[in-house]
C-alpha cells in the first residue's frame, strides 16, 4: 500500500465528482475541506476535468485530488499533468495500468468478477475498486467475490450513499468508499457549496461512527 492509498482509507470515503465548470472547482473544495473531506476524485465524465483538478489542486494543497473515469492513456498524461495524485478507472484497463505503474502514479482499477481481480494481482495491485457495486450485488456479492482473496482491499463505488455507506464500511475487506451524493452534479451547478459541506460533513460522521 503506498502512501496516497494509506490516506484515502485513512479518509474512508471518496467524493466522485462530475463537473461541468472548472471555475466550481476552488468553492467545490473549500466544502469539502469545511465539511472535513480532504480528498476529490474528479471524473473524465466531463469535458472539465482536467482543468477542475488543475484548479483544485492549485487552490487547496492540503486536499488530495485525484482523477477517476479514466479510459485511457492520454487521459491519464492529462491527469498527471494537470496535477492529480491518483488514477481510477471503472474497468481494467492493462494498458493504462501499465502507464500508471511505469509512472509512479497510484491507480485503483475497477473490478467487478474475480478474473478482473486475477488480472490486477498479476500486475502487483491489491487496492481495488469495485465497481458499479450496488448493480453487481452490493455488499452480499463483495463479501463473496472478496472472500477468497485475503489481501486484496476494495473500494466499491456506484450506488453508495448515506443509507449504505455503513453497511459497505463494516466489511473488512473495503479500504474506503466512493460516492457522488455529497457532490451531486446538481448541486455543484447550482452553487450550492453549503449543501455540500453538510452532506461532507454527514458522509465523515459515518465514517467515524462505523470505524470508532
Given at each position: 500500500m503506498n502512501k496516497i492509498t494509506d490516506q484515502l482509507g485513512q479518509i474512508g470515503i471518496i467524493p466522485v465528482v462530475a463537473i461541468d465548470d472548472a471555475a466550481s472547482a476552488e468553492p467545490l473544495?473549500?466544502?469539502?475541506?469545511?465539511?472535513?473531506?480532504?480528498?476529490?476524485?474528479?471524473?473524465?465524465?466531463?469535458?472539465?476535468?482536467?482543468?477542475?483538478?488543475q484548479k483544485m489542486s492549485a487552490a487547496h494543497s492540503n486536499i488530495l485530488v485525484g482523477a477517476g473515469t479514466v479510459l485511457t492513456i492520454e487521459q491519464a498524461k492529462q491527469?498527471?499533468?494537470?496535477?492529480?495524485?491518483?488514477?481510477?478507472?471503472?474497468?481494467?484497463?492493462?494498458?493504462?495500468?501499465?502507464?500508471?505503474?511505469?509512472?509512479?502514479?497510484?491507480?485503483?482499477?475497477?473490478?467487478?468478477?474475480?478474473?478482473?481481480?486475477?488480472?490486477?494481482?498479476?500486475?502487483?495491485?491489491?487496492?481495488?475498486?469495485?465497481?458499479?457495486?450496488e448493480v453487481a450485488g452490493g455488499v452480499k456479492a463483495l463479501k463473496a467475490i472478496g472472500g477468497p482473496y485475503v489481501g486484496v482491499k476494495f473500494i466499491p463505488t456506484g450506488g453508495i450513499n448515506a443509507s449504505n455507506l455503513a453497511d459497505y464500511l463494516s466489511l473488512p475487506m473495503v479500504h474506503a468508499c466512493g460516492g457522488s451524493f455529497m457532490v451531486e452534479k446538481q448541486l455543484i451547478a447550482a452553487g450550492k457549496f453549503d449543501e455540500i459541506r453538510d452532506l461532507a460533513k454527514m458522509a465523515v460522521n459515518i465514517v467515524r461512527l462505523t470505524r470508532s
Open positions: 473544495g473549500r466544502a469539502l475541506l469545511d465539511g472535513g473531506l480532504p480528498c476529490a476524485e474528479i471524473t473524465f465524465r466531463t469535458a472539465a476535468a482536467a482543468d477542475a483538478i491527469a498527471k499533468a494537470a496535477g492529480a495524485k491518483f488514477i481510477v478507472t471503472p474497468g481494467f484497463d492493462a494498458a493504462v495500468v501499465d502507464w500508471c505503474l511505469a509512472n509512479e502514479m497510484p491507480i485503483t482499477p475497477g473490478v467487478m468478477t474475480p478474473t478482473d481481480i486475477n488480472q490486477a494481482l498479476a500486475k502487483g495491485l491489491n487496492i481495488l475498486k469495485f465497481f458499479p457495486a
